[in-house]
């Protein structure tokens, strides 16, 4: 199976700056069906970016998804306090469906 | 829109089956893939497998010899039976949906998840 490994696993930042996160697969992930995921305690998990750098419906444009192979990044720019949350990276190109680890992102 | 909201029990012995349910409302039940996904205590999350609105289905091989998904389309319900429980399947167990059919897919909607604990 392929396995995804995110980086760093906390990140702490404040409003207003920029949060890159990464996700490595131990091999390429099939036409890059690779997919971003936001978490927050007590609520759905929420598709943010699909297929690398697909935004998906309702995903504020502050959100951008990029990579290929096997390393992609999530980038947040401006962090608004609704971001700080834990993230997945998730690849649907192989089966079994793998995630990531996740990287938290706090509020520093 | 489309929601889905899982049921079943949040507490089931060790060597029982836990059964659950993803009831779908508001929208097509068909030509979707429909997935259990489980995210245990301070672990990331594990896709356990899929069912197609056909009835076919796919599981993940560390899961796969306890696991039997399957689909009441006329109930717009699909339901997860995991046996021989262990403390490891405690978790959180969620129910989603492929965003679309006919090539691979992320999962574009998730219910909220129910807790599940596995302990005597």
């Known amino acids: 199976e392929i396995v995804l490994t995110q980086s760093p696993g906390t990140l702490s930042l404040s409003p207003g700056e920029r949060a890159t996160l990464s996700c490595r697969a131990s091999q390429s992930v099939s036409s890059n069906y690779l997919a971003w995921y936001q978490l927050k305690p007590g609520q759905a998990p929420r598709l943010l970016i699909y297929d690398a750098s697909n935004r998906a419906t309702g995903t504020p444009d502050r959100f951008s998804g990029s990579g290929s192979g096997t390393d992609f990044t999530l980038t947040i720019n401006r962090l608004e306090p609704e971001d700080f949350a834990v993230y997945f990276c998730q690849q649907y190109g192989r089966s079994p469906r793998t995630f990531g680890q996740g990287t938290k992102v706090e509020i520093k | 829109q489309v929601q889905l909201q899982e049921s079943g029990p949040g507490l089931v012995k060790p060597s029982e089956t836990l059964s659950l349910t993803c009831t779908v409302s508001g929208g097509s039940f068909s030509s979707y893939y429909w997935s259990w996904i489980r995210q245990s205590p301070g672990k990331g999350l594990e896709w356990i497998g899929y069912v197609y609105y056909s009835g076919s289905t796919n599981y993940n091989p560390s899961l796969e010899s306890r696991v039997t998904i399957s689909i009441d389309t006329s109930k717009n319900q699909f339901s997860l039976k995991l046996t021989s429980l262990t403390a490891a399947d405690t978790a959180v167990y969620y129910c989603?949906?492929?965003?679309?059919?006919?090539?691979?897919?992320?999962?574009?909607?998730w219910g909220l998840g129910t807790m599940v604990t596995v302990s005597s």
């Open positions: 989603g949906r492929d965003q679309h059919s006919g090539r691979p897919a992320a999962f574009e909607i």
